[in-house]
C-alpha cells in the first residue's frame, strides 16, 4: 500500500498525465519553456517535502521543502498551488505518522483542523517558499502590501509583527484565489473532485480530464483571472461548459488556449488534490 | 541537487515520457491493459527500493523491494529490467551514503566493483522479486531447471546450494539477455547511452527517444528475442535503423509494433539505466 506521500505524488504525476486539459500542460501539449518534463522533474523533486507532510514536519516547512524540490527544473513553477493543496491534505491523511494511510481517515473535517491549527512559523514558511520560484500573482489590496507574497521571506517580519497564522493569511485571500478558498473552507472543491474521479469509468487520467473541464466549467480559474482578466475567465468556463454539452472538441479547446497561453491552472491545482483525495480513499491505478 | 534515488525515479519517468519509442509504452502510445499511467504510479512505487539501494542496503534486498513496489499497481511488469540496472548503478553512484550524488563518481568501474561483489544473499532477493510480479522469461537450458526464475522464491535453496550470488546467477544468462550482459560487463551499453543522451541537443525526452532508436538499431532487443524469436529481433533493429536513415517514420514504425504487440522491453530498460547516469552526470531537466 502506498504512503499518504507516494500518493500525493502519484497524483501530481496522474494530473499532468491526464489529456486533454485545456490550456495546460498535459501529456500531448505543452507550451516551449514549460514542458511534460519539467512536470514530471517537479513531482520528484517536491518527494522530500512531501514525506516531511506525512511525518508531522509543520506545513510550512513541508511545504518550503517541496516547493524548493520542485523547482529544481528549468521549466519554473509547475506544481507551486498542487503542493499547497496537497501539504495540509497529506498531513490530515497521515495523521502525521508517516505510515500507510487509513482509508477511512481523509475527511474535509480533518483538514479543516490541519488548515486551522497552521502557525506564524507555517506562514513564515509559505512566504520563503516564494524565494525557489516566480509565481504569477495578483497585486495586493493596498493594506496587504506589506504581506505581497511576491516580498517572500522580506515579509516575514510583517507576518510576524501581526502574528498571521497560514490560515489568516489564506482568509485575507481566498475572495480571490482559488486554492485559498480551499484551505479556509475545508477542500469542499477537492473532496467533490474526488468523489466525481471515483465515480466515473475508465482509465484514472481520463477521469481526471473529464473532472477537469467540470470543475472548470463550474467556476472561473482564478490562475486566469489573475492573469488575463475576469472576461477572459468566464469566457473559458462557458467554452469548458459548451465542450461538456458535446458542442466543442475539448481537443479543439485545448489547441485554443495552448495557443493564446491561457492555462487554468487552478483548476489542475483541484484536480491533483481530488486525485490525492481519490487515492487516499482506494482508488487503483 | 537530487538524490541518486531521486534521479533514478525520474530516470524511470523520462524514459516512458519519451516518445516515439517504438513497440513501447510513451507519453501517447499504450496497450489496453499496460498503460502510461500504470509506468507512472511504478515509477512512485518503486522509490522505497531506490532509496534502500542509495542508503546502502544489499542490492537483492533493494531491488525486492523496488519491484513490490512497483507491482503496485494494475497493468502488471512496467520496469523490472530498467529496476534491476539502476539497483547496482545507485549503488555505485551513492556509495550507500544516501546523500547527494558527487557528478565525478559514478563509472563502469565503480558499478563493475558493485556487481562483482553481490552475494548469495542478493541472489536470493533477485528470485524472490518474482514472487511480485510476472516478467516474460525464456525456458532455462536443460541443467538449469532449478535456477528457473519463475520459480521465484522456490527455486533459493538452490541458490544457497549452488553458493551463487547475484553476479553467478547473470552471468548464466548474459548470452541470452541484455540486462544481464550489462550487469556482468561493466554497463557498457548504459554508459554509452549516458553519453549520447548528454551530447545529443533539445529536450531530454527527445534525446531518450532518438538514443532508443540508435540502441536498437545497434542490437536486437532480447525481450524481443524471448517473446517473438531471433527473426523478429532482427527485422525490428533493422527497421529501427532505417528510420535513422530517414528512410521510415519512426512514429509509422511505432504504430506498427504496438499493432503486432513488440516491444522492445530491454532497450527501454537501457535507456532508462542511461538516463540515470547522465542526470547523476548533471543533465539538467
Not at 516547512?61 to 499547497?84: I, P
Not at 506589506?146 to 521571506?153: K, P, Q, T
Not at 458542442?247 to 485554443?256: Q, W
Amino acid at each position: 500500500m502506498r504512503t499518504s506521500a507516494a500518493n500525493a505524488q502519484l497524483a501530481l504525476l496522474l494530473e499532468v498525465t491526464a489529456t486533454p486539459k485545456p490550456g495546460n500542460v498535459d501529456r500531448v501539449r505543452e507550451y516551449p519553456d514549460l514542458r511534460f518534463e519539467h512536470f514530471m522533474a517537479g513531482a520528484v523533486g517536491a518527494s522530500q517535502g512531501l514525506r516531511m507532510a506525512a511525518a508531522g514536519d509543520p506545513v510550512g516547512e513541508s511545504f518550503e521543502r517541496a516547493v524548493e524540490g520542485m523547482a529544481d527544473q528549468r521549466g519554473g513553477n509547475t506544481q507551486f498551488g498542487a503542493l499547497l493543496l496537497l501539504t495540509p491534505l497529506i498531513r490530515a491523511a497521515s495523521g502525521g505518522s508517516g505510515s500507510p494511510s487509513d482509508n477511512e481517515e481523509l475527511t474535509p473535517e480533518r483538514a479543516a483542523r490541519v488548515t486551522e491549527a497552521t502557525t506564524v512559523a507555517d506562514a513564515a514558511g509559505f512566504y520563503r517558499a516564494f524565494e525557489h520560484v516566480d509565481v504569477a500573482v495578483d497585486d495586493p489590496p493596498a493594506d496587504m502590501e506589506a504581506l505581497d507574497v511576491r516580498r517572500g521571506a522580506d515579509a516575514v517580519p510583517a507576518v510576524e509583527e501581526r502574528k498571521l497564522t497560514l490560515h489568516d493569511i489564506f482568509e485575507r485571500s481566498a475572495d480571490r484565489d482559488g486554492v485559498a478558498r480551499e484551505w479556509v473552507s475545508g477542500f469542499p472543491r477537492t473532496f467533490a473532485a474526488a468523489d466525481r474521479i471515483a465515480a466515473l469509468d475508465g482509465p484514472v487520467p481520463d477521469r481526471a480530464a473529464r473532472v477537469f473541464l467540470e470543475l472548470l466549467a463550474d467556476e472561473p480559474d482564478t490562475f486566469v483571472v489573475t492573469k488575463h482578466g475576469d472576461a477572459t475567465a468566464q469566457e473559458v468556463s462557458a467554452a469548458a461548459q459548451t465542450a461538456l454539452d458535446g458542442d466543442l472538441d475539448p481537443e479543439t479547446l485545448a489547441d485554443d488556449l495552448v495557443e493564446r497561453g491561457v492555462n487554468p491552472g487552478t483548476t489542475a491545482d483541484l484536480v491533483a488534490a481530488g486525485l490525492f483525495v481519490a487515492l487516499e480513499r482506494g482508488l487503483d491505478v
